[in-house]
């Protein structure tokens, strides 16, 4: 769909690169000639993903240990790419967190959990990035993955929801504040990707898969689709797209909204809910494990 070399002189920082989706998204971004930084709290995670896609691909990927909830250490990161590589031209915030649970349950600790990564997390990036630029005259290019439930609202995930709707606002306020300085920050919204993050903290012992029928194009998406979105925001030749939140969902929130899954989940009982948070706390631990690596 694109041509060799489209990204050639691109040097992009994915947050939450080095897994899941940010890994894919670093994976082609990669492959058409940028130079990448990948970050995330786990730094054998990082340095497995970045040898994974150089020898998939060749070409540089550059790994960063940061939990983008500390913003000394956030800042501290886009020093060092400053100063080790020079200036990035590209941001994907992509790194979140999120797990579904009856809001009467939570805690402040398990609502800050999510917030403090995406709503604040994500503002810490794109402001220890976009000020540099502005200082330096780059003319750089943001893109933060957020949900379709921006626009919703969802039910279950609500720090999420109102976290993401968040960065959606962010996207605007400075597509217009930063515009001057020819800096753009657009959003995608993807549907259902199902990755192992995501799977086992939103669908417990289940699938996205087993929803598809409810989607207007009765699938989930493919990888390769939200790739291509991406690359296209990422790539020169549409500056003057900006502030522009993209779904990419086959229609799925138009269709049916948040209702479609989150519906069933008002069938469910305490125990079944037990049941879901024990699933999604083997998760967490077996990711917790993996940090001090
Ligand atoms: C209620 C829960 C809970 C659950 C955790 N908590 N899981 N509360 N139900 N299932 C509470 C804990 O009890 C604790 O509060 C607080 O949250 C912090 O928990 P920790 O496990 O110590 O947090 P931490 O290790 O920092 O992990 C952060 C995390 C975790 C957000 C909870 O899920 C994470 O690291 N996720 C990153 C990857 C991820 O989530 N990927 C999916 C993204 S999908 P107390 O009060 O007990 O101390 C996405 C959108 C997809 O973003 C859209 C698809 C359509």
Known sequence: ????????????LVTGG???????????YLQLGAELWICGRRGGVLEAAAKELTGRHGGSVR?????????????????????????ITGLVNNAAGNFISPTKDLSPNGFNAIANIVFHGTFYVTHAVGRRWIADGIKGSVISIVVTWVHTGSPYVVPSAM???GVHV????????WGRYGIRLNAVAPGPFPTEGATKRLRPGGRFEDESQMNPMRR??????LQN????????????????????????????????????????????????????????DKDRAGRSA
């Open 63 to 87: 790994t960063h240990a940061v939990d983008i909830r500390d913003a000394a250490a956030v800042d501290a990161m886009v020093q060092r790419i400053w100063d080790e590589t020079g200036p």
């Open 163 to 165: 976290s993401k709707a």
């Open 220 to 225: 989930v998406g493919r990888t390769e689709e």
């Open 229 to 284: 979105l991406v690359t296209f925001l990422m790539a020169d030749g549409c500056e003057w797209l900006t502030g522009e939140t993209i779904a990419i969902d086959g229609a799925g929130y138009l269709g049916t909204g948040a209702a479609a899954y989150y519906l069933e989940l008002d069938k469910l009982t305490d125990a079944d809910w037990e049941r879901m948070r024990a699933l999604i706390k083997a998760q967490n």
């Open 18 to 28: 080095g897994t899941g989706l940010g890994k894919e998204i670093a994976a082609r």
């Open 170 to 177: 962010m996207t605007k306020s400075l597509a217009v504040e």
């Open 1 to 12: 769909m694109f041509k060799e070399g489209l990204l050639k002189g691109k040097r992009i």
